[in-house]
């Protein structure tokens, strides 16, 4: 499993990815600003938090993707459904039945193992507090563990696309069991993705935005002020 690289994200809308020891380096082309092992690219705003079962927001994800991971993904070249912490599964007879076999060897950023727990957790989070991609679950009768390497997903109807619903994208990434009671989620995050976030992104709260002043007003303002303002005292 490839070590982790820190991500670090600064007020500006930057990422800045350093890489962990142990890793494959990030080549920086010799950029300023950044240092050894450290790529600094842009996004497109400010993420509004980082609880991937719970965001809609795109720049929210542009860090999430690189942060967590769901258990296929989609191949680039022709979108069919490939390996991710799902090293393989099958189906039942009556396709009602999928059995996922979990990558090994695989650890959060926190140096936890990852296994079927997490798995079951995560997918029953979305599915019981009802979050954003609940509907992805409609035909879920139960998510279960069957022992730490497999987990168990049953179906009320045949549903030949379940692999596109829980990979095509990072709103079903798979957080470490506990992570909604052990972390703040809106500003913490702790995946198993090739990226671990250093520093929170999310922005401060928003100050109140510039008003516009047309001419009139500002004509009239000054000359109210000076009506009634009291004069300068001489220095």
């Given at each position: 499993?490839?070590?982790?690289?820190?991500?670090?994200?600064?007020?500006?809308?930057?990422?800045?990815?350093?890489?962990?020891?142990?890793?494959?380096?990030?080549?920086?082309?010799?950029?300023?600003g950044?240092?050894?092992?450290v790529?600094?690219?842009?996004?497109?705003?400010?993420?509004?938090?980082?609880?991937?079962?719970?965001?809609?927001?795109?720049?929210?994800?542009?860090?999430?993707?690189?942060?967590?991971?769901?258990?296929?993904?989609?191949?680039?070249?022709?979108?069919?459904?490939?390996?991710?912490?799902?090293?393989?599964?099958?189906?039942?007879?009556?396709d009602?039945?999928?059995?996922?076999?979990?990558?090994?060897?695989?650890?959060?950023?926190?140096?936890?193992?990852?296994?079927?727990a997490?798995?079951?957790?995560?997918?029953?989070?979305?599915?019981?507090?009802?979050?954003?991609n609940?509907?992805?679950?409609?035909?879920?009768?139960?998510?279960?563990?069957?022992?730490?390497?497999?987990?168990?997903?049953?179906?009320?109807q045949?549903?030949?696309?379940?692999?596109?619903?829980?990979g095509?994208?990072?709103?079903?990434?798979?957080?470490?069991?506990?992570?909604?009671?052990?972390?703040?989620?809106?500003?913490?995050?702790?995946g198993?993705?090739?990226?671990?976030?250093?520093?929170d992104?999310?922005?401060?709260?928003?100050?109140?935005?510039?008003?516009r002043t047309?001419?009139?007003?500002?004509?009239?303002?000054?000359?109210?002020?000076?009506?009634?303002?009291?004069?300068?005292?001489?220095?």
């Amino acid at each position: 499993m490839r070590a982790p690289r820190l991500l670090a994200l600064t007020a500006t809308g930057t990422l800045a990815l350093t890489a962990c020891g142990g890793g494959e380096s990030v080549d920086t082309g010799g950029g300023g600003g950044g240092g050894d092992n450290v790529l600094v690219a842009a996004v497109s705003a400010q993420p509004d938090q980082l609880d991937p079962h719970v965001t809609t927001a795109y720049a929210s994800f542009q860090v999430l993707e690189n942060v967590y991971d769901t258990l296929v993904v989609p191949d680039p070249e022709d979108l069919t459904m490939q390996p991710s912490l799902a090293t393989e599964w099958s189906t039942s007879e009556d396709d009602l039945e999928w059995r996922f076999t979990l990558r090994d060897g695989v650890t959060f950023h926190d140096g936890s193992e990852f296994d079927s727990a997490d798995v079951v957790y995560s997918y029953n989070r979305i599915i019981d507090e009802e979050l954003s991609n609940s509907f992805r679950f409609q035909n879920v009768e139960s998510v279960e563990a069957d022992g730490p390497d497999t987990v168990v997903i049953r179906l009320t109807q045949p549903t030949p696309n379940l692999l596109e619903r829980i990979g095509s994208f990072k709103g079903m990434a798979i957080l470490p069991e506990n992570a909604a009671e052990d972390l703040d989620l809106t500003t913490e995050a702790n995946g198993t993705g090739p990226f671990e976030l250093e520093s929170d992104p999310t922005p401060a709260a928003p100050s109140s935005p510039p008003t516009r002043t047309t001419g009139a007003a500002r004509r009239a303002s000054t000359a109210s002020s000076s009506a009634t303002s009291p004069s300068r005292p001489p220095r």
